[in-house]
């Protein structure tokens, strides 16, 4: 369990980090919500088409209510129930969809490059404020390594918890469309996704060691190049770099 905890906490802790900006983290999940919805409608909207093609859709049951309910809309807005209109109005969700998707996804680029600004800021002032007994402790390629490398990590972390959760809405939209539609075939799909989590979970805990291993190598060739640098610059101020 620890891997999978560990691995959650790292997911939501860069949500938790960007309580301070809640006006653009909301419109995000706001838009990552719309979209979500819109794909679900769009899945509803196969119905009806699949019926004017030509396939057989039962009267009875939830695909027949989904069928009654798009011709009752159609007729209340005056347009009749025929293949070029529907096919319009799927157009037009998956449209209104992709264009949800385009901004949800430049308002997460902006949000997530802020935060790497705002974070690499409060690293240096943090640094610039620091007592003289932290600089004598601390090495100058620790400092170094957070501002770049483990920022650009953090960032990447925050990118991917954005991910899940646009995922997760998806999926949730995506299951409780399946679950009306057809219960038997959704509740065999959700067990067998289950067993695939369970065979891939070892495969997470390697995961989880071999970033933690990643950071502490990379911690060491950052202390190794500026030992180095630093190095040079010494031999080429007595001229015996040779």
């Known amino acids: 369990m620890k891997p999978v905890s560990a691995g959650l906490q790292s997911l939501l802790r860069p949500l938790g980090m960007l309580a301070h900006r809640p006006g653009p983290l909301a419109t995000v ?3 990552m919500a719309l979209a979500s919805a819109a794909e679900g409608f769009g899945v509803l909207l196969l ?48 449209a209104a969809r992709s264009g949800l998707r385009y901004l949800e996804q430049v308002r997460t680029a902006r949000l997530m490059e802020e935060f790497k600004a705002d974070a690499r ?13 932290f600089h004598l402790r601390s090495r100058g390629s620790d400092v170094l390594q957070i501002l770049t490398e483990e920022v650009a990590r953090v960032g990447f972390t925050l990118s991917q918890a954005l991910g899940v959760v646009t995922a997760g809405l998806t999926a949730a939209v995506y299951l409780a469309v399946a679950f009306y539609l057809s219960p038997l075939a959704t509740g065999v799909a959700l067990v067998t996704a289950l067993l695939l989590v369970l ?13 933690e291993e990643y950071s502490e190598a990379s911690g060491s060739l950052y202390f190794a190049a500026t030992e180095f640098l630093s190095g040079i610059k010494t031999a080429k101020s007595h001229a015996t770099e040779d």
Do not use: K, Q
């Not at 039962?58 to 809309?73: Q, R």
């Open 29 to 31: 999940l706001v838009l």
């Open 47 to 94: 119905v009806p088409l699949l019926a004017l093609v030509g396939i057989e859709v039962p009267v009875e049951g939830s695909m027949g209510t989904v069928a009654s309910a798009f011709e009752a809309v159609l007729g209340a807005l005056g347009l009749p129930v025929i293949l070029p209109v529907v096919l319009v109005v799927y157009v037009l969700v998956v």
């Open 121 to 133: 800021e409060r690293v240096f002032r943090a640094v610039a404020r620091a007592d003289w007994p």
């Open 199 to 211: 065979v891939l979970r070892p495969r997470a805990a390697r995961s989880w060691a071999a970033g």
